[in-house]
Every structure is written in C-alpha cells, then in structure tokens.
C-alpha cells in the first residue's frame, strides 16, 4: 500500500467463528516512523501484527525479538509488548484489533475448536504461513473499492483471519472436526435425482426401491411425496429431457434416439413423446431448427 497510514478505527464489525462472537474495533495499515511505546490490552482483546515491509523489533514480556517482512505475532489479554521501528528502514505493518463478544471471551467451549485455539493464544510470534498477507489486503481494498456487499466480504475475510491465525500456530495439524453426513431424507434425495439423471434408458421401479433399501410400494409413496409423480412419470420425463437433447443436437434418427432413450419400439417412444411436448418427435427437431414457435 502506497499511503503511510489507512485507518479505519472505532468500528464494530462483528462476525462469527463456530459458536463465538468477535467485533474488529480498529483496522490499521501503518508505516512506522515512531516507536510503539510497551503496551497491553484488556480481557478478551487480542491484536494481530503483520509486517508487510522493513525491519524493527518487538518486546514481548520483556523479550526482544526481530521483525522483518512476513513476521506475525499476536498479543492476547494482558501481554506487555512494545514496538521499535528500525529508522533506516521502518517497518510498513498491517494491524486488527478483536474483541471477543460477553460470555465468549471466557474459554468455556470445545477446547478443539477453531475459535478455542485462537482464544488460548494470548502470545504467538511466527512466521505467515497461510498467506495472512493475502487476506488483510483484501480486506483493505474491500473498505477502498465498498463494492456492492463488501460489508458481507469484510465478515467473510475477518471470519477466515482466526483460521489462518490457528493454522499457523498448529503448523499442519489435521482438525479433529468433520462435516456431518447427510440425512436420510437428504441422501435419498441424491440417489434419486442421480438414478433418473444417469440411468434412465434402463431404471425400474425394482431397481430404484433397491438403491433405497426401501419396497417398490415405499420408494412410489416417496417419489408422490418429494416430486408429486408416479415412477412412470419420473421416468417419462427424464427420458424426454434427453430425447429434446438428443433431437436438437445430434442428427440421430428418430429410431436410434428411441432405442438409446430404452424404449422397446419407435412407437412406444413417438407416443410418449406426443404426449409429453404435445407434437411429434419430427415436429419438435423441424420447428427448432427453423425457429418457429
């Protein structure tokens, strides 16, 4: 960033990760002239220190240590530190002030959480392997360019910062949380729509019930339920989604399309196929492609 300071400061942003609340209450890109005199901050505040260019060092707890680009440190509650710009070569820093919202700010939750992990925190000194630096930038041309919805990229990108904050720390440790499977309802919803989508030349009402583990009278009841059709129905009109794919883009004749859509005869398809669009097979192609209605 060109400009040697770009605040945006008594804010109150908040955003969520898992079951807590943060608020960002200042964002700061700062070229350091001065010195940062030694410094803490009160419960459930932690402030996030990127050094995107020029050197310095830092005292945390009373321990000296140097910066340089790409070093990250974290000062959570009650950490003393202090910042000293090298004069021949200030060091250009990205800063976020959190929060942690009430009853949040006490670790009482899952201790495995991402959210646990940031709070457990209170000094952390590294180097950016998540590409934090990619984010805060981001971030900040989300507040120069307030797109439509940068508010909602703001959360979005405030919400990943504890995340790559955690994966730094933890430096490649796999996350002892999953995603849930999906429910009954949901997967059986999945293998029908895949089962009609990619099977209907050759699907039977036998062969669905079989995928379902339910009976043929059990997997009809659902199919009313879910989609307000008979199998038959269901059936139909995949195989006429395919059919007016068929017609319109290839030059397969009417018999072919019949046979490679599973029906018995050409007849059997003709039809079922009036019956569908209202007009036959040839009709639908010709009036395609010449475009009329």
Known sequence: MADDKTSYSDLDIRFSVGETGFHALNIIYERLERNIPGHSHGPGCYEIHYIAAGHGR???????HSLSPGSLYVTGPGVEH??????NDPMCEY??????SGK???????????????????????QDSQNVRLLLKDLFDEFRCQHTGYMIQIQALLQQLPVKLVRCYEQGKTSAHHFSPSNLMDSNTV???????YEYQICTLEGLATRLGLSSRQTERLLKKQYDMTFVEKRTQA???AASVLL??????????????GYSSVEHFANAFRRFYGKSAREYRKKAKTGSA
């Open 82 to 87: 202090a910042q000293l710009s090298d004069k």
């Open 104 to 126: 949040n700010a006490r670790e009482t939750h899952d201790p495995t959480s991402v959210a646990q992990r940031f709070l457990q925190n209170h000094l952390w000194l590294g």
């Open 239 to 241: 195989r006429m989604s």
């Open 191 to 197: 293998i029908i729509e895949e089962y009609f989508l």
């Open 248 to 261: 319109l883009e290839t030059t397969s004749s009417i018999t072919d399309i019949a046979a490679e859509l």
């Open 95 to 100: 800063c976020v002030y959190l929060r942690v």
């Open 58 to 64: 830092v005292i945390l707890q009373g321990q000296a």
